[in-house]
């Protein structure tokens, strides 16, 4: 499996140096990627019945494409991975057209995951449609691969139209991958119809083996090999102990995973230095 850190974008703070230092420490102990999560607004809950969300306006998020074309001058190998790019509360092309940019700057390391998203006030600011967002992302992921793969495009859909027209630099990746969040039977037979990987948010118990294979016949179905489908795994520090870790890394193994990444927010941790040696414990439990 490759390993990733997942970026601390509740904690990390706005330093640009502690952004820098925690990239390039990951990549120096190793990591494969650097996973970011997404929120362009975030809703205050004082002004809000029965607000139960995990997120609001006091929590920090850089926005990835953006970190990601400063990442791409301070880091050599490490891959830009979105975990998840909410897709839906945005353009398609200009989508396109940035995670073409990253992935020349970064010399081919963008992994772009993409979901659904849960906050209809960030949709609302952004003026696009809540209600929609299932049918129209799956739309989207057709034009991103036409607008990446060919040099003029013309593409006519529910919700899109192109007419002789393409971004210039296309991607390095011809297509970028493209991987979805999320874990609704109806997603889950997006990423077996479409997915080129899958950030699953369960266990790698008995459940979830059934829902691997739950999405491989998805893939099958749709004459697709599910070999080709990757698996991206997560373990929370905020749980456990380094032998749990280790434990919980090899299940994921076990299961067919590719990927795995660590998430070293909610664990009590201040400041980037504590951030960083987090990552270290948890390579060391899982490398050892």
């Known amino acids: 499996m490759q390993l990733g850190a997942i970026f601390p974008q509740t904690e990390i703070g706005a330093d640009p140096a502690a952004v820098r230092d925690f990239a390039q420490a990951a990549e120096a102990m190793g990591y494969g990627h650097l996973l970011v999560f997404d929120h362009v607004l975030g809703a205050d809950p004082s002004k809000r019945d029965n607000w139960d969300r995990p997120y609001s306006h006091t929590d920090m998020f850089h926005e990835p494409f953006v970190l990601f074309g400063y990442l791409a001058g301070v880091t ?21 057209k940035q995670a073409a940019e990253v992935d020349v700057l970064t010399g ?3 992994r772009l995951g993409i979901g659904i998203g849960w906050n209809d006030v960030e949709y609302e600011a952004l003026g696009e449609d809540f209600s929609n967002r ?5 739309e989207q992921i057709r034009l991103l691969r036409a607008l990446w793969t060919e040099e003029v495009v ?4 529910r919700y899109h139209k192109v007419t002789h027209a393409g ?14 969040g999320g874990g609704a039977d109806r997603v889950v037979r997006r990423i077996g119809r479409l997915g080129d990987g899958w950030f699953p ?3 790698p118990d008995s459940e979830g083996q059934e829902r691997i294979a739950q999405m491989r016949e998805y893939a ?3 004459g697709r090999d599910p070999s080709e489908i990757g698996i991206e795994g997560r373990v929370s520090m905020a749980q456990g102990n380094p032998d749990e870790w280790a434990k919980t ?5 076990e299961l067919g995973a590719t990927h795995l990444s660590v998430n070293t927010m909610k664990a009590g941790l201040k400041g980037p230095d504590q951030h960083i040696e987090a990552i270290r414990r948890f390579k060391e439990a899982v490398s050892g």
Not at 78 to 96: D, K, P, S, Y
Not at 167 to 180: A, C
Not at 249 to 253: C, E, G, I, S, T
């Open 201 to 203: 948010q369960f266990q």
């Open 76 to 96: 050599e190998t490490i891959q830009m991975t979105t975990g998840v790019l909410i897709l839906g509360q945005r353009q398609t092309a200009l989508v396109a």
């Open 154 to 157: 013309t593409f006519e859909g």
């Open 108 to 110: 081919g390391r963008l």
């Open 134 to 138: 299932g049918s129209r992302s799956a």
């Open 249 to 253: 890394a090899a299940a994921w193994d």
């Open 167 to 180: 971004i210039n630099p296309r991607p390095i990746q011809r297509p970028i991958p493209i991987w979805l």
């Open 220 to 222: 099958k179905a749709a």
